[in-house]
């Protein structure tokens, strides 16, 4: 795993990718930011050694690197799944590449369904904490004591600091900025009304299929990350409709604007 793993990040130090000082992925329908970035290098992740491959329809599967507000950026522009198929050192594989590479902070986006009833769709939710309900771990297989301490601790996944300073953003620029507990599931099929009444139990207010991995990832790596969840749709076990997934889509770009000025805005900060 680590001979894997250093030819990924002696390819892409040969193709320019030096010193990121910030790694992002961004998550379903949410590639807006790109957009923002000045580009200096831009690679499919099937051209990258060792590197899995996207296969979800609404991700591209690119990494991009450039500048964004006076940084140095690494960008995942779509993300590898549980659900893919993948383990979960594949599914994770990107977060040790970019930090491999040298970035200190890591801003995680997602979609996700609002479980909280409060929550509306086409709002933004930080997330504070998390479930981990994909019925694995990340640092679970032979040898993962080499990357860092297998027991990472959970107390606090999300860096308080980056978490504030969202939160100061958010207020600035009257953008509605909820604050909460996002559960990991493995997908892809969407969760049931049994499941959604579980997860109102447990006190989730959101749920989605990716992130959580990525963060314990980040933890055992000592790495500070935030994430922000976008809310696509509202989970109500009482009225559940079918899913719509264009529509799904359409509230993800509506929102994503902003997004794109918390992330770019935290970047200047740092």
């Known amino acids: 795993m680590h001979t894997s793993l250093h030819q990924t990040i002696d390819f892409l130090k040969e193709k320019g990718i030096e010193n990121p000082e910030i790694g992002i992925v961004l998550g379903t329908g949410l590639g807006k930011l790109v957009n923002e970035i000045n580009i200096e290098q831009e690679?499919?992740?099937?051209?990258?050694?060792?590197?899995?491959?996207?296969?979800?329809?609404?991700?591209?599967?690119?990494?991009?690197?450039?500048?964004?507000?006076?940084?140095?950026?690494?960008?995942?522009s779509g993300r590898f799944h549980f659900y893919e198929g993948y383990n979960l050192w594949e599914v994770t594989y990107g977060i040790r590449t970019m930090h491999g590479l040298g970035i200190k902070n890591l801003l995680i986006s997602n979609a996700a369904g609002a479980v909280n009833l409060s929550y509306k769709k086409g709002e933004l939710m930080l997330i504070d904490d998390h479930l981990n309900l994909q019925g694995g771990s990340p640092l679970a297989f032979k040898g993962a004591k080499e990357f860092g301490n297998i027991f990472a601790d959970m107390l606090a996944p999300y860096s308080e600091k980056l978490n504030t300073s969202l939160k100061g953003i958010a207020k600035s620029n009257d953008i509605t900025l909820h604050e909460g507990v996002?559960?990991?599931?493995?997908?892809?099929?969407?969760?049931?009304?049994?499941?959604?009444?579980?997860?109102?139990?447990?006190?989730?207010?959101?749920?989605?299929?990716?992130t959580v991995p990525e963060v314990i990832v980040a933890k055992q790596l000592e790495l500070p990350c935030c994430a922000i969840s976008v809310l696509t749709d509202e989970c109500d076990p009482k009225n559940l409709q079918p899913v719509n997934i264009p529509e799904i889509m359409e509230v993800a770009g509506k929102a994503e604007p902003k997004l794109v000025v918390l992330f770019k805005e935290l970047i200047a900060k740092l």
């Open 43 to 76: 690679i499919a992740y099937d051209d990258i050694p060792n590197f899995p491959e996207a296969t979800v329809e609404f991700h591209s599967g690119k990494l991009i690197y450039g500048d964004l507000a006076g940084k140095k950026v690494l960008v995942m």
């Open 182 to 210: 996002y559960a990991s599931v493995v997908g892809p099929q969407l969760e049931t009304r049994a499941e959604y009444r579980m997860l109102q139990i447990l006190e989730v207010d959101a749920v989605g299929m990716s």
